[in-house]
């Protein structure tokens, strides 16, 4: 662990609990990243310790990349005490689920998409990377190298890049995954979003990746408008963008785990 969580943050959400939102990532942070995308399953004591926080926190809330029915699948959420009011923003903002009504809702599939997956196959195909693992999101479309071919994204980012741009998309990159969205949500608007509805005065947000690093500057933005944040890296090799950013970088999923039991134990 690099950093500390301020001893007067840590009093304002012990005094205040019903007024924090706890925000988190689900891939890299929740969950270890692993070869297979679908077999990466919640960190079971990171879930515990979150189900205890979501029985005295005001709200809690996964911010993923993922669509909403994988972090479903993969986080277990559903049914566990502590879960009843779980938020789940997927695919970087652009689904919202609730654990209330249970509803992903339905977003259309943006053309800009519709026409990226009907060609990228012989994209990929020219550029040599008819290897790589294509994730059809609906609103998105990943490209995956884990396990396949670690250096590969290196040389597709920058056609891809192009790519994105004829076509008016957004490039999302990650860990050894790159993806292209419709643009005009991301993690960000999520936090804005979350911190507008529920009023929360304490923010605690963690994640591991590029894709976060629009949480961070919202959390950011609020501190300067008084509400209390605090920024949670959750670091890997693959990725240091996040650690000077960062209140206190924790060492992957098992120790972001470790916090959060440490976190739940103040109540
Ligand atoms: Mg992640």
């Known amino acids: 662990m690099i950093g500390r969580m301020p001893s007067s943050f840590r009093a304002a959400v012990v005094a205040d609990p019903a007024g924090t939102l706890l925000a988190l990532d689900f891939d890299g942070t929740l969950a270890h990243i692993v070869d297979d995308p679908t077999e990466a399953y919640a960190q079971e004591r990171g879930l515990a310790a979150l189900g205890r926080l979501g029985a005295v926190l005001g709200q809690i809330a996964i911010v993923t990349g993922r669509p909403v029915r994988q972090a479903l699948e993969l986080g277990g959420f559903v049914g566990r005490p502590g879960f009843e009011n ?157 650690v000077a950013r960062a209140d206190l970088v924790l060492d992957g999923p098992d120790e972001v785990a470790t916090w959060l039991e440490n976190l739940a134990d103040e109540f």
């Not at 009907?118 to 396990?147: N, S």
């Not at 790519?163 to 490039?171: D, F, K, T, W």
């Open 86 to 242: 779980l938020i789940i923003y997927g695919q970087y903002g652009a689904e919202r689920w609730h654990a209330d009504s249970g509803d992903v809702g339905d977003s259309d599939r943006p053309e800009a998409i519709v026409r990226l997956a009907e060609l990228l196959p012989t994209w990929l195909a020219e550029h040599g990377a008819d290897h790589v693992r294509l994730e059809d999101k609906g609103l998105a479309l990943a490209i995956h190298t884990r396990g396949i071919d670690p250096g590969l994204l290196e040389t597709l980012a920058p056609p891809l890049r192009e790519l994105a741009a004829e076509l008016g998309l957004a490039v999302e990159p990650g860990r050894q995954v790159i993806e292209l969205r419709a643009a005009g949500m991301d993690k960000g608007q999520a936090m804005r979003e979350l911190v507008a509805e529920t009023g929360a005065r304490q923010v605690i947000f963690a994640g591991d990746d590029l894709g976060d690093l629009p949480a961070f500057d919202a959390v950011d933005e609020l501190r300067s408008t008084g509400v209390a944040g605090l920024l949670i890296c959750s670091a890997s090799t693959e990725q240091d963008a996040l």
